[in-house]
């Protein structure tokens, strides 16, 4: 059964309210079925939120059969629990069969897992993680406003789950930029998995939204009349004020015995009470024939393949910095990004190349970026959570999005935010100044020296740390041209070009970074130095030391991490004994990839791993490196050890 509900008639006719409760009835029997099927799963919103569902996939621009068509509106499900509630909902809309459903239902390998996914066709984000899908929703909402499009967004949300305050850095940000093709609505039942939200957290959510210059509609979450009156509210609002429609709702709403129960919250029902539950909706039992049918092979055919689509960059002109230039690499981020601004964003178009930040745009260097193109640059506030989001759904929306802040805010602090990000094949792009001991005086709290071995736990992630000015800006242009997650950090001071013996830059007019390969700063039949970013000049010194005491060292530099180029490690080893130098916590960074290698590939060699083996103080980035023995005379004199 389908139903599609024009939004311009001014009341439901009593014929949809029927064909709407005949859908409800269905679904219903398809939420209990499938929990009880699995022996797991979330019952009890999927059946307060029904409704909603029910009416929304019923007013809004989509095509079941082309999930992805381009001018649908978006649907987040924050709360992704409710995951039997969706699919149950998007089954009867004829995105799939309710075959491919409940006997699919949280299997291992098929297209219906337990919290919503994009594997699912109709289903827009992975969440799960409560507090994070406003913020996605405020990300594509935002996108549509950079690209003129006439598209929706939907953000469906629990009320338990807005005790997160990730939701309050969202609200703001989607008053501030005014995006009233945004809609929040919130399952207000009242309960959360360990009873009522007024014991569990007190908070009074629609008070919330209107502090925060939200307009709110409070409705009865499952009168569909009102449910259709408040969302063609929200559907041709114009008004610069986001939405937000506050539905009262019932927990396992429905089937007697389970409403107002916390305990259905996360917990199906038993066989003799899903039928007494099925019996409830006028249907047979029919637990026994499904659950034969999952004894068979998982079926796959509805699984939907990660999203693709991706603008087509021009990387424009390289900046080539002279031997003798002395700035930041930071500087050059912010000048290859200004490049990238005037080969892209063309005037009187909509902006291609996006920039996103926090309360930094100064010590980010987006200022050049944000002159040039006012209409793709994002102030999000000290909101870093909420940026981090944002950010990657925006880049899932054919706009290249930089989010900029420092290291210890870009990865150490939104860890999770990321790898939601990662989840979703985002094409995020995460330039993160300030990295490691070289913030200096700004003290331990915001030297990063974890970011290499926290965003090694990704899939999707690339990582690189250029060397000098010259690279950085090869690096930016490459991240702009190529799809996916790519993580860029440098850290704050200023650092000499990486020269060739003769005195000429080494990554001159020609070079072109490729991700997975390493750069042989010089050749040496001794030892090698691997290393990258802010302390490549140090060994680069090193290696002058080295050299006037008779080594012959090779020098290798690192810059991309993931992926690793595994080749050049091996060709290292083959000329003797290793050392990694890094401004990183010496157990989880460069050093301990390139142990890896050396195991995995059954490779005999020394190595000795030099970087920072405790929190460093407050002080210049100089005494730092040398109380921890990262200073060139330091490295020198290990490296001579090592080769003796």
Known sequence: MTLKIDIQQDNLSSSQISTLQEMRRQCARRILLSTSLAASGHPGGSLSSLDFLLVAYGMIKNDPQQPRWEGRDRLVESIGHISPGVYAVLAEYGYFSEDDFLSGFRRTGSGFPGHVETVV??????????????????????????????????????????????ITEAIRYAHKYKLDNLTVVVDRNHLQICGPTEEVMPQSIGSLYEALGWKVLRIDGHDYNDLFLALKTAYTNTSGVPIMILARTVMGKGISFM??????????????????????????????????????????????????????????????????????????????????????????????????????????????????????????????????????????????TFFSTFGVFAVSEVYNQNRLSDFNHTNLKIVATHVGLDVGEDGPTHQCIDYLGLLKNFFRFSVFMPADPNQTDRIIRCIAVESGNHFVGMGRSKTPIITTEDGNPFYDADYRFTPGKADWLRRGTDATIITYGALTPACME?????????????????????????????????????????????????GASVAVVL????????LRRLGVHHYGSSGKPAELYAAQGLDAASIAAEAGKLIS
């Open 542 to 590: 090193a290696w002058k030391i080295l050299k006037a005491e008779g080594y012959s060292v090779g020098v290798l530099n690192m810059a991309s991490l993931v992926p690793l180029d595994i080749e050049s490690i091996l060709e290292a080893a083959e000329t003797g004994p290793l050392m990694t130098v890094e401004d990183h916590h010496v157990e989880t960074g460069l």
């Open 259 to 400: 409403e107002n129960k916390a305990k259905y919250h996360g917990s199906p029902l038993s066989p003799d009470l899903l039928e007494d539950g099925l019996a409830e909706l006028g249907f047979e039992n029919s637990f026994e024939q499904w659950q034969q049918k999952r004894s068979q092979p998982v079926r796959k055919e509805t699984i939907m393949q990660p999203r693709t689509d991706y603008p087509e960059i021009d990387p424009g002109s390289p900046i080539l910095y002279k031997a003798d230039t002395m700035t930041d690499n930071r500087s050059a981020y912010g000048n290859a990004l200004l490049g990238l601004a005037e080969a892209n964003n063309v005037s009187g178009k909509p902006p291609v190349i996006t920039g996103v930040s926090c309360d930094l745009e100064g010590s980010v260097k987006m200022g050049a970026f944000h002159k040039h193109s006012p209409a793709g640059y994002f102030e999000a506030g000290i909101q870093e959570h909420h940026a981090a989001a944002m950010s990657g759904a925006m880049s899932c929306e054919q706009l290249v």
């Open 599 to 606: 195991m995995d590939k059954g490779k005999a060699c020394t």
């Open 121 to 166: 066709p109709g289903v827009e984000w992975d969440t799960g993680n409560l507090g994070q899908g406003v913020s996605t929703a405020v990300g594509m909402a935002q996108a549509f406003k950079v690209k003129q499009q006439e598209n929706r967004v939907f953000c469906l949300m629990g009320d338990g789950e807005h005790q997160k305050g990730q």
